[in-house]
T-cell receptor, first 114, second 115 residues
Framework: NAGVTQTPKFQVLKTGQSMTLQCAQD?????MYWYRQDPGMGLRLIYY???????DKGEVPNGYNVSRLNKREFSLRLESAAPSQTSVYFC?????????????FGEGSRLTVL | AQSVAQPEDQVNVAEGNPLTVKCTYS??????LFWYVQYPNRGLQFLLK??????LVKGSYGFEAEFNKSQTSFHLKKPSALVSDSALYFC?????????????FGAGTQVVVTP
């Protein structure tokens, strides 16, 4: 049981390049999330998907787009990368709806934008 | 603005001594409260949560936390720290009215346990 799998684990981009971070979960969870982690700021929510076919903005959505391809997969796309998007990105999933369930996180994707 | 605060960037403790990681919340209404731990180069792992009921909640790896509504706090505790407890700890909350479970995190507290 792999849980939440993210690819790639590391990526270096030049300013203006585009890329997609992939995330897949095998726990049959309804909700999926993308967070970014920056030193001293904790984790901030970029986008989330409450169920297949729905997505919504979180706290810091500018410069990103997402796709909930099916129940398993939730991708994050940077159309034109900027140095401010240098960060560690985490995908997470949660069963059901509401706030009582725990999130399961992937191991992260470390992105550097030069 | 609604938030959780972790007032200490780092907590240093000797192995075998009690460990406390502080968290206070500032939200209007009733939150669900969580603690997560992040080991180096890994994703976050769930430790414990307060939903309702008993103010003292027990979680993984011998950790516990006490919900104190009057002090708006949810401090994480372990009676006897281990070197392997060295990690980054996050307090987080969700409003009970949030149907989508959008977890909001504090800035994190680095715990260093020395032998």
């Amino acid at each position: 049981n792999a849980g939440v799998t993210q690819t790639p684990k590391f990526q270096v981009l030049k300013t203006g390049q585009s890329m997609t971070l992939q995330c897949a979960q095998d726990m049959n969870h309804n909700s999926m999330y993308w967070y970014r982690q920056d030193p001293g700021m904790g984790l901030r929510l970029i986008y989330y998907s409450a169920s297949e076919g729905t997505t919504d903005k979180g706290e810091v959505p500018n410069g990103y787009n997402v796709s909930r391809l099916n129940k398993r997969e939730f991708s994050l796309r940077l159309e034109s990368a900027a140095p401010s998007q240098t960060s560690v990105y985490f995908c997470a999933s949660k069963s059901g709806t509401g706030g009582t369930g725990e999130l399961f996180f992937g191991e992260g994707s470390r992105l550097t934008v030069l | 603005a609604q938030s959780v605060a972790q007032p200490e960037d780092q907590v240093n403790v000797a192995e075998g001594n009690p460990l406390t990681v502080k968290c206070t919340y500032s939200v209007s209404g009733n939150p669900y409260l969580f603690w997560y731990v992040q080991y180096p180069n890994r994703g976050l792992q769930f430790l414990l949560k307060y939903i309702t009921g008993d103010n003292l909640v027990k979680g993984s790896y011998g950790f516990e936390a006490e919900f104190n509504k009057s002090q708006t706090s949810f401090h994480l505790k372990k009676p006897s720290a281990l070197v392997s407890d060295s990690a980054l700890y996050f307090c987080a909350y969700i409003m009970t009215t949030d149907s989508w479970g959008k977890l909001q995190f504090g800035a994190g507290t680095q715990v260093v346990v020395t032998p």
